[in-house]
Each structure stands twice: as C-alpha cells, then as structure tokens.
C-alpha cells in the first residue's frame, strides 16, 4: 500500500531534524558566536511554531485534505532545514526554527488524523516506532558529517533533499488521502462544538501528562542516576539508552498485541505499567532498582500515544477527531518543553529523589485523566 509506505516515511522525516540538532548544536554555537545556553532560544521558538501549527491542522484538515496538508506542510520544512545551510546568524537559525516547527507540527497532527482513521492498533504503534527511528537516524547523519570535516549546515542540507522528496511524494498522491470518516460531517461541525466537550480537554490534559512523563525521564535519568545514585557516567548512558530502547520495542511489540486484545483494555493495562515503573524510580533501594523501573517505564509507555491518537473519536465523535487530535499534538508539545523544565528546577532545588515521586504523580493523574475522558458520551452530543 503506496500511502502506508509514504506514512511510515513520514514519521521517520518527523524524527529526524530533532536528531540532528544535538549533534550540531556545539558547532552552531561556535559558528553563531553564542553561548550553548542560547539553545533555548530555538527549542522555544520550535515549541510555539509546534503548538500553533498543530492545533491550526486539526481545524483546517476538513476542508484542506489530507494530502494537500501534509505536501504543504513538508514543503514548509524542507525549506526551513535549507534556510539552516546559509543562515549568518542566531536570530535568523530562529526563524528556520520556527518555520520548521509550523511544517512539523502539521505533519504531525495530519499524519496522526489519517492514521487514526485509515488503519489499525498495529500500523499506529509501529508508525510512532519509526518516529523514534527517525530521532535515531538524525545524530547518526549529522555525526558522519562532522566527522567527514564537513559543516553541520551539511546535515541540514541532506535532511532538506529527504524533506523535499517527500513533499514531492504527498503532492503527486494527495488525491489518494481519502478517509473512511465522512469529510462532509467534520466540516458542517462548528469549532466551537469542540471546545465544549470536556472529554477533548481531558485528552488534552492527558497528552500534556504523557509526553512530559517521557520527555522527563529521557531528560533527567542520566542525571539522577549519575549524581543521585553514584552510578558510572557509561552505565547511566546504558541505562538511559535501554530506556529509550524500550520505547522503540513495545511499540513493535504492542503493535502485535493491539489487534488481538481491546485498545482500551492495552491502554488501560500500559498506563497502569507506567506507575508501577515510576513506583520502582521512586523507591528509596539500590540503583539497579531505579533502572529496572526506568525500562518498565519506558516499554508500558510506548503504546500510550498512538493508542491515545487511535481513540480519540471514540471519546470526542468522528465529527470532532481531527480538531481533538490537532489539540492534543500540539499540547503534548507543550509539555514535553516546559514540564520537564519545571521538573529540572525542582530536582536541582529538593534533591535527584524527587523525579521518581513527581513521575508517579503524573502518571496517576494520567490515569485519572483517561478513565474520565474514557467515560461514555451523553447520546445527544
């Protein structure tokens, strides 16, 4: 299936500009003449770009389709990683940023708003599998190309020849995009009907506890692990890496497990994982115990995005999915930046103990919030 293989394509494309960035990052502070502190002013501008972009797609996809969205979108990023092979300075590296973050944000909630409705548990895993293949791939590239004597802009330049056939790709088959979800109904209902359903701000509320729970510990585990728990710095980057690698490998295996068992019965079960993950981070024991729920953490999270994307018109209405969903990529941007930042502040203010307790914190509300999102709809709405 052609538009499947382009999907998968997608993701990956998704993945990899937030590869590159920490590879290249010391090199482009040098060339800038910034400070590596000025990192910020990108992943600030990327989070704005994300957050509007995304939300914007979910309330345009009705009426723009599909394929013309996501050719229009990648070609919005294309151009942003080009900009990054002649930008002179930081201000203009910000502007690339951000125009890459509206092409990404997009993609994004377009690729999520078809495959929810166009294919099954299993392809929705392992298409957000790929995503983190993707991630996977960046650092490779922009390490092969520094170490080549090359500049980073190089790295850029080779995502950009990616992006732009892709884009090519979605514009020859945007006709094809075509949803089971009757297009006619998304359109004739109004926004505002959305934002009255409390199950789409709940799901809101849940994406922005998700992502924040896997952006956290991702973030911070090297530094509790190595300050908090005198682990070696080379077993804490293992340890982080089988977090990681976790993640990768439950999509794959609940992508099988998702067809023979209920979604919500797999979700349910995963989310239930997650505290019992960030339980074992959270216990005053010995640092293998930490790193046993670190992985648990990171393999009962891998089902809960996609899985959470696949279900959204169950909890909101087909008539409302794509603006929901539209909502919740955009807010699972938000928390993946600023949650995890707060949680940086208090770690470096109470202690390194306090990531496995703020993490089981907000792996219950997760909980709390999916149960009451997940509660049936009144038949009139």
């Not at 648990?296 to 891998?302: E, I, K, N, T």
Request: charged share 10%; aromatic share 10%; net charge positive.
């Amino acid at each position: 299936m052609p538009l499947l293989a382009l999907a998968y394509f997608g993701f990956i494309s998704l993945g990899l500009p937030d590869g590159l960035l920490g590879v290249a990052w010391p090199s482009m502070a040098r060339d800038f003449g910034v400070p590596l502190d000025a990192l910020g002013f990108l992943t600030v501008a990327g989070m704005v770009g994300y957050f509007v972009s995304s939300v914007a797609a979910g309330f345009v996809l009705g009426r723009l389709g599909v394929g013309w969205l996501l050719a229009i979108s990648t070609v919005l990023a294309s151009l942003a990683l080009t900009g990054y092979l002649s930008v002179p300075a930081m201000v203009l590296a910000v502007g690339c940023a951000l125009l890459l973050s509206l092409g990404s944000g997009a993609i994004d909630s377009g690729l999520n708003a078809y495959a929810a409705s166009a294919f099954g548990p299993r392809h929705m895993n392992w298409l957000h599998a790929f995503f983190g293949l993707g991630v996977a791939i960046g650092p490779l590239i922009m390490t092969a190309v520094l170490e080549s004597g090359l500049s980073w802009r190089w790295g850029y330049g080779i995502v950009a020849i990616f992006q732009a056939g892709l884009a090519a790709a979605f514009a020859l088959t945007a006709r094809l995009w075509k949803r089971p979800v009757v297009e006619e109904s998304v359109e004739v209902t109004k926004a505002a009907h959305t934002l009255r359903i409390p199950a789409v701000w709940l799901g809101v509320g849940a994406f922005v506890c998700y992502v924040a729970i896997e952006v956290a510990a991702g973030l911070w585990a090297f530094t509790v692990l190595t300050q908090g728990r005198d682990m070696s710095p080379r077993s804490a980057g293992l340890i982080v890496s089988a977090y990681w690698g976790a993640l990768f490998v439950g999509r794959v295996i609940f992508g099988w497990v998702s067809e023979r068992i209920s979604s919500h019965r797999v979700l349910l079960g995963a989310l239930l994982g997650m505290a019992a993950g960030s339980v074992l981070i959270a216990l005053p024991a010995p640092a293998w115990v930490a790193c046993l729920g670190l992985v648990v953490l990171g393999f009962f999270a891998a089902p809960v995005f996609p899985l959470l994307i696949l279900t959204t018109a169950d909890r909101v209405g087909a008539a409302h999915a794509d603006r929901a969903i539209g909502m919740q990529v955009g807010a699972s941007g938000v928390g993946g930046a600023l949650i995890p930042a707060v949680v940086g502040v208090l770690l470096n203010r109470a202690g390194f103990g306090l990531l496995g307790p703020v993490l089981l914190a907000l792996s219950v509300l997760l909980v709390v919030l999916y149960l009451l999102a997940s509660r049936p709809r009144p038949a009139a709405g």
